[in-house]
Nanobody
Framework: VQLVESGGGFAQAGGSLRLSCAASGSSFSINYMAWYRQAPGRERELVARVTGSGATNYLDSTKGRFTISLDNAENTMYLQMNSLKSEDTAVYFC?????????????????WGRGTLVTVSS
């Protein structure tokens, strides 16, 4: 399975960007997917998470500005980021917890994307 992120780049404060993360490879179902970010000198933090059934949760500082969504048919997750702030500048990583079922047996696996840089200038 591969996670391919796209959509990062440069934005002015107050602007918008949309990130995408497409999962491809073996047959699987999505338990949940998430966006994490890591700014220079800081630990990686969870930005937003969406379950396969569509339940979401967000980092407090992104509530009302960011919207996470999941297209199960396309195995693609999105993060719409509005009202961007300079403190949103970071490398954003896609994460997936996937379920693989063969007959009576199932197991889950975790995957990370390589990251996409988001730079917001004030």
């Amino acid at each position: 399975v591969q996670l391919v992120e796209s959509g990062g780049g440069f934005a002015q404060a107050g602007g918008s960007l949309r990130l995408s993360c497409a999962a491809s490879g073996s047959s699987f179902s999505i338990n949940y997917m998430a966006w994490y970010r890591q700014a220079p000198g800081r630990e990686r933090e969870l930005v937003a998470r969406v379950t396969g059934s569509g339940a979401t949760n967000y980092l407090d500082s992104t509530k009302g500005r960011f919207t996470i969504s999941l297209d199960n048919a396309e195995n693609t997750m999105y993060l719409q980021m509005n009202s961007l702030k300079s403190e949103d500048t970071a490398v954003y990583f896609c994460y997936a917890d996937l379920d693989f079922t063969e007959g009576y047996y199932s197991h889950n696996e975790e995957y990370w994307g390589r990251g996409t840089l988001v730079t917001v200038s004030s």
